[in-house]
């Protein structure tokens, strides 16, 4: 898979809290698309990208003008099963 860096805008021991979180983004029309279940922690993904240059651009652009925390994460283990199908 082709693009092993996410952006990740929250991370919760309580799928029904990522859940909580996904819909409120959704609901904001931020276009979050998915949860990503990861050693134990639910993480709400916004994008995945192929280069760190690409996820640095978009992680600036989340943090200044959607006002949200965001971190980038690469994903080292088999990547397609961690994003959505349609990605």
């Given at each position: 898979f082709r693009r092993p860096l996410i952006i990740i805008v929250g991370s919760f021991k309580n799928e029904n809290n990522a859940t909580g979180w996904l819909e409120k983004l959704s609901s904001a029309e931020?276009?979050?698309p998915s949860i990503l279940e990861y050693?134990?922690?639910?993480?709400?993904?916004?994008?995945?990208?192929?280069?760190v240059e690409q996820a640095e651009i978009e992680i600036d652009s989340i943090r200044n003008n959607l006002n949200l925390k965001a971190w980038i994460a690469y994903m080292i283990k088999d990547a397609k099963e961690y994003y959505p199908k349609n990605d």
């Open positions: 931020y276009g979050v050693e134990g922690w639910y993480r709400v993904i916004f994008l995945s990208y192929a280069s």
